[in-house]
């Protein structure tokens, strides 16, 4: 812009006078706080609730055209500026720069600073608002980008427009002190049951990223279909692959997706979980590869939703050589730490003959450098060093998990009739089961996962994760549906400390949290026990109000 573009009333500031144009800012913003009425959002209403919350209603902040993001000379740390940057630009329309810094300083916008801080862990940060900006200090970048999460929820719904808004952008003064309380905090989505594309993947990966989750956890293979490319063993993606629950057209994902599922999630500070589930759920593999089955016959296609039917044979080393190639593929694709083995429900396998095979299997997952998941149903097996269950049960009450615990076992708590969000709402819930009871959103947030299996210690529960099963789940809407507001609640109660768990004050924060949802376009249950805003917009969607249809790279999206 040249002089002769001013604007009329332009007042040129001399270059040296930064004392004139803080004064000219000040003044703005005193005006603004005069005229304007209070900020939307209160410090305390984020979820998850953080550890310490210090309101300061005296130094509310407005993000304003001019303001730009400030961060440490880091790429790790750039890169969450320009995702928190990405975030806030298109409600805003303001183009807030990214730029890095020695020692950055708000300066009438955000700064993200990496400090020397060991009493906030790998994950936890410090937030501060001032009348002059903001501030988020972290001693990693993961503690960064949380806490960048938790400021893009300080600011009124309207952020999550994708589109420009006509609003005034102000943040609640005080200060946030907050870390998590669990190391694992993550979800799960059943791409087996039915296939979901990489775009909808990654929505899902936003989706816990929102709420400070940090695991995703795949569940790539089962009966109906098998989902991820194995060079070695080529028909089990292009024939195990080709279909799902229903006669849907199924598919899979190639190296390059999975690849760039990873890397997706990896900005994100999330991990990625992958599941082969062994021994059972394994007749899409058996489709592909006969020589797999007890019998060495092929089986035709399984598109039903029936479970413990199907089998590798334990007793064959051509099945140990099949483990091995594909746990070692999958091993080489994935940077995180975790093979995620499955374990569940292999009816038909003797237990003798069972735990023989689990044991040879950890020691294959063992082989590859990563450490072995399973669900609880691999207990009785031999020890693995570092093994980890994830607990399904839907009672407190299970001593042979309470024994493999003794024995050096980790849980990762995923009980049936709290966490599992494939189960109904309620009766008339037009998706999902109720074989583990029906969940609504008090059911999921009111338990504690440090207590909630007896003779099992705190410090041995890693920590939480939500199971969403697919058989009857279809859709990007319907996945959103089950989801929302349900995961919002066991993000909770893996990041916030027990003492914050109180369900009236999370109802209430929850409630905020529906306009969002409506102005980002993600489907959600109005669940009837919360308080939701009398004006908020309608959800975006519901699997009994939109249609879908699929879209690219088998992506759903609701129909035009």
């Known amino acids: 812009m040249g002089p002769d573009d001013r604007a009329p009333g332009h007042l040129d500031l001399p270059a040296h006078a930064p004392a004139a144009a803080e004064l000219a800012r ?35 902040f407005v993000l304003t055209a001019e303001s ?18 990405a975030l806030l630009r298109p409600a805003t329309g303001f183009p807030l720069p990214v730029a890095d810094a020695t020692r950055p300083e708000p300066a009438g ?22 009348p002059d900006g903001v501030r988020i200090e972290a001693a990693t970048p993961a503690g960064l980008f949380f806490g960048a999460q938790t400021l893009r929820q300080l600011l009124p719904a309207a952020i999550e427009s994708p589109t420009p808004v006509a609003e005034r952008w102000t943040l609640p003064g005080g200060s946030i002190t907050d870390r998590p309380r669990f190391a694992y905090r993550g979800a799960m989505l059943d791409v087996a049951r039915h296939f979901f594309g990489v775009p909808d993947v990654l929505r899902v990966i936003d989706h816990l990223a929102r709420y400070k989750l940090n ?47 990873v890397a997706y999630a990896a900005q994100r500070h999330i991990t990625v979980v992958p599941e082969i589930d062994l021994p ?43 483990v091995a190639d594909v746990l070692g593929e999958i091993a080489a694709l994935t940077p995180g730490p975790w093979l995620h083995i499955g374990g569940d429900e292999a009816f038909k396998v003797l237990p003798d003959a069972y735990a023989a095979f689990v044991e040879r299997v950890q020691r294959i997952v063992a082989d590859t450098g990563k450490t072995v998941v ?22 407190g009450e299970d001593p042979v998990t309470a024994d493999a615990v003794r024995r050096g076992a980790r849980l990762i708590l995923s009980p049936g009739n709290h966490a599992y969000l494939d189960m109904k709402y309620a009766p008339d819930t037009p998706i999902g089961h109720d074989w583990a009871g029906l969940i609504d959103v008090r059911r999921a947030y009111d338990w504690d996962p440090a207590a909630h299996v007896a003779g099992v210690p705190a410090d041995a529960v890693l920590g939480v994760e939500a199971p969403l099963w697919t058989e009857s ?24 400390p027990r003492a914050a768990h109180d ?34 917009p309608a959800p975006a969607a519901s699997p009994a109000t939109i249609p879908t249809q699929r879209g690219p790279e088998g992506a759903s999206a609701p129909s035009a």
């Open 503 to 536: 369900w009236a004050g999370f109802r209430d924060r929850l409630a905020g949290h529906g306009p969002r949802w409506s102005t980002a376009g993600i489907a959600f249950h109005p669940a009837p026990e919360v308080p939701w805003p009398a004006e908020q």
């Open 26 to 60: 000040a003044a703005a913003r005193t005006a603004g706080d005069l005229l304007a009425p209070p900020t939307p959002v209160r410090l305390g209403d984020v979820v998850p609730a953080p550890e310490l919350v210090a309101p300061d209603p005296a130094a509310d």
């Open 280 to 322: 059972g759920h394994t007749h899409a593999a058996l489709t592909a590869y006969g020589e797999l089955a007890p019998d060495r016959v092929a089986p035709a296609p399984y598109t039903g939703a029936e479970v413990g039917f199907s089998y590798v044979d334990p007793a064959s080393e051509r099945t140990y050589e099949f």
């Open 473 to 496: 789940v279809t859709s990007r809407a319907e996945v959103e549906f089950m989801f929302f507001p349900r995961l919002p609640a066991i993000a909770e109660l893996g990041w916030s």
């Open 215 to 261: 695991h995703l956890h795949l569940h790539l293979t089962d009966d109906q279909g098998w989902r991820i490319a194995v060079d070695s063993w080529p028909r089990l993606a292009t024939v195990g692959g080709a279909f799902e629950v229903g006669d849907g057209p199924g598919g899979h994902y190639t190296r390059d997706d999975y690849r760039r599922i």
């Open 374 to 395: 399973g669900w609880h149903q691999i207990a009785p097996a031999g020890h693995a060093d570092g093994r980890v269950l994830q607990w399904w049960g839907t009672t």
């Open 109 to 130: 916008g955000i700064a993200l600073a990496l400090v020397d801080a060991a009493d906030l862990g790998a994950e936890g940060y410090r937030l501060d608002v001032a």
């Open 68 to 85: 730009a993001v400030r961060v440490s000379a880091d790429d790790a740390v750039r890169a969450v500026g320009e995702q928190l940057a």
